[in-house]
């Protein structure tokens, strides 16, 4: 079981940038894989960025070049750098964990992860 905490969301200005952090406590580097989802009202789960087992990562199209996911694994904390950001990046952020090896690259689904956190709000005003 992988228990996950998100921050660092907030209100940032259009260009600006934020970093969000996931404190996942049972996290295990190699035998877990980690993400980033977006929510906005009235849609499901969007796939921003994962990390795989392996270090191999996943960016959605949107994001690419602006966002870099990373992990620390000595503090078993998962990281999103997020600049120039938009505001069609508004959204609840939610961190997610899974098994490693598992991924459907480079496609980012929600299914291939079971365990969530509580989500993290960023707000880019337009």
């Known amino acids: 079981h992988v228990r996950l905490v998100e921050s660092g969301g907030g209100s940032v200005q259009a260009g600006g940038s934020l970093i969000l952090s996931c404190v996942a406590s049972?996290?295990?580097?190699?035998?877990?894989?980690m993400a980033w989802f977006r929510r906005v009202p009235g849609q499901g789960r969007e796939g921003i960025a994962d990390?795989?087992?392996?270090?191999?990562?996943d960016y959605a199209e949107p994001v690419k070049g602006r966002f870099t996911i990373s992990l620390d694994n000595a503090k078993s904390t998962l990281y999103l750098q997020m600049n120039s950001l938009k505001p069609e990046d508004s959204g609840m952020y939610y961190c997610?964990?899974?098994?490693?090896?598992?991924?459907?690259?480079?496609?980012?689904?929600?299914?291939?992860?079971?365990?969530w956190g509580q989500g993290t709000l960023v707000t880019v005003p337009s």
């Open positions: 990390i795989d087992g392996d270090g191999t990562t």
């Open positions: 049972g996290y295990k580097p190699g035998e877990h894989s």
């Open positions: 997610a964990a899974g098994v490693a090896g598992i991924l459907l690259h480079p496609r980012i689904v929600d299914n291939q992860f079971e365990w």
